[in-house]
């Protein structure tokens, strides 16, 4: 069974100009993870309420379920991280995304 990440804990959230709410991983999940080398994204995911899975990964560390901090609907997801995972390790906001909410 898989673990649930400590959302609050290894999230971030940043309100972008289109007001536009852009979640993804800091500096804690990075650290705590370990290496990812893989990432899913839930079927149909179109709109959100708080506490729903966004995101699959497997780290080095542990097989987690991520959950969304906010309600909304999806505007945007990062599909780069199915081929490369390894950009939820990076500090750069631009790769390490998951999705972006209206």
Do not use: C
């Not at 899913?40 to 991520?66: M, R, W, Y």
């Not at 991280?81 to 998951?98: A, I």
């Amino acid at each position: 069974m898989a673990q649930t990440a400590d959302d609050a804990k290894y999230l971030w959230q940043k309100k972008l100009d289109n007001g536009h709410i852009r979640i993804g991983f800091n500096d804690v999940a990075h650290q705590e993870i370990g290496e990812i080398s893989f990432a899913k994204f839930p079927d149909n995911l179109t709109e959100v309420k708080l506490g729903d899975v966004i995101l699959s990964i497997e780290g080095a560390k542990a097989v987690s379920e991520v959950h969304t901090p906010v309600a909304g609907k999806v505007a945007k997801v990062n599909v780069a991280l199915k081929d490369h995972p390894e950009y939820l390790e990076s500090s750069d906001e631009d790769k390490n995304w998951v999705v972006e909410l209206f």
